[in-house]
């Protein structure tokens, strides 16, 4: 059953936590649950850490828990050391009945850094990639057996961010590990959406309907930005959304052929002082019902 959510980083943001800041906890998810209408939204910092105390604050907005990010470290710690880490977050999740866990190798990413150059992006050899999706695909065999499926968010400022990375991901790993296709971080990272998400829609089991300001995508590389930089600037957008490169309605067609029965959520950072949260969440929404019903996913 599709069901379409989206991320509170849309009004208060989890990498520079003062854009947003201003914006009350209530309003957030009024307007996600009460009045924008989506079934679910993702973690956030300003949510409570322990697992019964968010279920019932986002219940009380029709809101369920649908996932969180997490960040591993298995660069620099061993399988045994992140399944150890992962145990409070991983209780979060299966308290809220959560299908899979979001996760993305952050021990050397600069997507937090508002200094660095997003050009700057760590990579990994070939064999670097080859050990490090080894460990990846054991750490998801952990969690699958705890009943939570792993969906790895290929991120820009990440070892995971172009095509290739993406390619290489999915082939240094098993069936335990699985794919979170970001459109936005997939075209800002150089790919061809519909070719990437063609590729490896097999093993997408969460999707992140982001769309992508190519204008202001292009600077950021030209010009040398941060990606905080390139989000203040405003590279990010909802589907629908007209200054936006990315049509969706192929992408939601693959999805059908695939059979695709998981979450489609709305995660599109942007300044809310610029462009009202309200507003261009409740484009997003609706855009996505609309051609998801055209496709016959739902």
Known sequence: MIRFGTNPIAWANDDDQS???????TRILDEAGRQIGFDGIENGHRWPDD??????????????????????????????????????????????????????ETSNAIHGDPKKPVNERPRLTSDEMQAFGAKLEQFAAYLASQ????????????????????????????????????????YFGGGDPVKVLS??????????????????????????????QAVVNGAFTVPGD???AIDFAPLLQILKGANYDGWIVIEAEQDPKLRNPLLYQTLGLATLKRLSKAAGLI
């Open 147 to 186: 009943g939570v499926g792993l969906v790895y968010h290929h991120h820009m400022g990440t070892i995971v961010e172009s095509p290739e990375d993406i390619d290489a991901l999915m082939a240094t790993t098993g069936p335990a590990t699985h794919l979170l296709f970001d459109a936005g971080h997939c």
């Open 51 to 104: 697992p019964e105390a968010l279920r019932a604050l986002l219940a009380g907005y029709g809101l369920t828990f649908i996932s969180g990010w997490y960040s591993t470290n298995l660069l620099l710690r061993s399988v045994e050391d992140e399944i150890r880490a992962v145990q409070h977050h991983l209780a979060k999740l299966k308290h809220n009945g959560c299908a899979v866990c979001i996760v993305c």
């Open 199 to 228: 590729r490896h829609v097999g093993r997408v089991r969460h999707f992140h309907a982001k769309n992508v300001r190519d204008a202001v995508a292009r600077r950021a590389r030209s010009e040398g930005w941060s990606f905080l």
């Open 242 to 244: 007209q200054e936006g």
């Open 19 to 25: 854009i947003g800041a201003d914006i009350p906890t």
